[in-house]
């Protein structure tokens, strides 16, 4: 007799977006039960952990491509910029305020894209267990899809040569001492041609990440479909290709003597 | 025709298997791939021999049951195809066919070439359907849907879940089949309520069984018997990223 419903009450707006209903447990083939995965624990989440990661990355090869091409200007030109990078900032920050933000952002990003690669790796190969017998014919064209494992392996040794080589120059010529533009020109000497492959090999396959990689992260996220897609894709091509000429035009200038 | 045949033979799930070659003579080029396992069948039986055990139901490339790895590609070179419309005049005479079971952990082989789909099963009953009051069925009518929702919720239901995205994915993953069913509800106003639910639930199923991750290769997509976008794969990690936001 006392209780009452509130006027309206059954009419009234939901919440948009209403809590997720917790998924049934799902039970593995054995019945096994297993708990929420959360978007770490998921394929889906671990990709999307992958294409925001991998963003971050080609944001900074892209600074890094325009801060190269500067060496095209003279010493002059390269050093300041290399000093400037140091110094932005000051004196409201302390310098390399922004060498340390950009270096803890990219550790990050690194250590979170090999993580998710290495878990969908295993976790693809623990999917196919029994190979074919006739060598699988691919349909779809993906070459480039079929470098991303590898590729990523010999880019992450070539990143861990280059920065002894040119970010603390242990195994430069001139040492951590010389100026920057000193130790890119005696980096690529024609004397060292076998850096000078290496570094053209490692840009390649980072062409190749980059091909499948630009556009796919998109996909991963959920953002393109149709039409958006396949644009995206000639997209992705034509930004690899810029990236790879911009990163391969400064070591093949100093071996051709352009830069000296 | 006369054709060489490389065929996997295994006894049972925890037979080791092996490739078996049979000689098939006097084949139509008009049976179907279908047929002319049944003739090949035919002579084992006659023989005394185990007949080789596939899966098949409608033979009208609608029910999703038959699929076979032919020479590497899951329902054979012909596109938007599946194995039971596949047709022999698109073999050369005297040419070698090599014929493997789908090659995926979450599909076990029963026999020769049937594999237990029944992980499809499970991700279906982890989300793949809406819950509505039963009774008489509601006018067509009663609740308007645009019509590109509805070509393209139409086109992810074509989806057959014979499997063949699973066994040509080189992760072995089953995102486009997740895909296609999450997309074609997520469409509909029906399928609004439990949409985030869905996401979450089939995809962590999908996990659960033992499917690989998507890297976008594209190959489920190039044998897909009804040719399902790689588009529901992209509405899928939406709706996913959206849902555990």
């Not at chain 1, 644009?231 to 830069?259: D, H, K, N, R």
């Not at chain 2, 025709?1 to 298997?17: A, F, H």
């Not at chain 2, 791939?33 to 596939?54: H, K, Q, S, T, Y």
Request: contains cysteine; aromatic residues 6%.
């Amino acid at each position: 007799m006392t209780s009452t419903i509130e006027r309206g009450a059954a009419t009234a707006a939901v919440p948009r977006r209403a809590p997720v209903k917790k998924a049934p447990t799902p039970k593995a083939p054995g019945g096994r039960r297993r708990g929420p995965a959360g978007l770490l624990g998921t394929t889906n989440g671990r990709k999307a952990v992958m294409a925001v990661s991998g963003a971050v990355l080609v944001l900074f090869l892209i600074g890094h491509m325009v801060g190269n091409l500067k060496i095209f200007l003279g010493a002059g030109a390269f050093n300041d910029y290399a000093a400037w990078l140091r110094t932005v900032g000051e004196p409201a920050l302390p310098g390399r305020t922004l060498l340390t933000v950009t270096e803890v952002l990219l550790v990050a990003a690194v250590l979170l894209h090999m993580w998710s690669a290495v878990a969908l790796a295993r976790r693809a190969s623990a999917a196919r267990p029994v190979r074919y017998a006739a060598r699988p014919r691919r349909r779809a064209g993906g070459y480039v899809a079929r470098t991303m494992r590898y590729g990523g392996v010999i880019i992450l040794l070539f990143v861990v040569w280059h920065l002894l080589d040119l970010t603390f120059g242990a195994v430069n010529p001139k040492g951590a001492a010389a100026t920057p533009y000193d130790r890119m020109v005696a980096g690529f000497d024609p004397s060292r041609w076998w850096v000078t492959a290496f570094y053209v090999l490692a840009v390649a396959m980072v062409g190749l990440h980059l091909r499948h990689g630009l556009w796919s992260a998109f996909q991963t996220l959920g953002l393109v479909r149709g039409r958006a897609r396949r644009t995206l894709s000639a997209v992705a091509a034509a930004s690899a290709a810029v990236l790879v000429l911009g990163f391969v035009a400064v070591p093949v200038a100093v071996m051709i003597g352009v830069v000296k | 025709m006369n054709l060489t045949l490389k065929v996997w033979r295994q006894n049972g799930p925890d037979d080791r298997g092996r490739m078996v070659t049979y000689r098939v003579e006097d084949v139509s080029p008009d049976m179907s791939f279908l047929e002319m396992l049944d003739v090949l069948n035919e002579r084992l039986i006659l023989d005394g021999d185990d007949p080789i055990a596939f899966d098949h139901d409608c033979r009208e490339g609608i029910c999703g049951m038959c699929g076979m790895v032919i020479n590497g590609v899951a329902h054979g070179e012909q596109r938007a195809t599946t194995t039971c419309q596949l047709h022999m005049r698109h073999f050369a005479d005297g040419a070698t066919i090599t014929i493997e079971p789908w090659r995926a952990a979450p599909f076990p082989v029963v026999k020769d070439l049937v594999v237990d789909r029944g992980a499809f099963d499970r991700i279906i009953q982890a989300g793949g359907f809406i819950s509505v009051p039963a009774g008489s069925a509601p006018d067509a009518h009663s609740i308007p849907v645009k019509k590109e929702d509805a070509d393209d919720a139409f086109d992810a239901a074509t989806c057959i879940g014979c499997g063949a995205c699973v066994a040509a994915c080189p992760n072995g993953s089953a995102s486009l089949f997740t895909a296609a069913k999450i997309t074609h509800l997520g469409l509909l106003p029906q399928g609004q309520p439990e949409r985030d639910a869905r996401a979450v639930a089939m995809i962590e199923q999908m996990d659960a069984e033992g499917f690989g991750g998507c890297t976008n290769t594209g190959e489920c997509t190039a044998v897909c018997p009804k040719g399902i976008s790689l588009d529901t794969i992209s509405r899928m990690n939406r709706d996913y990223l959206k849902a555990v936001k």
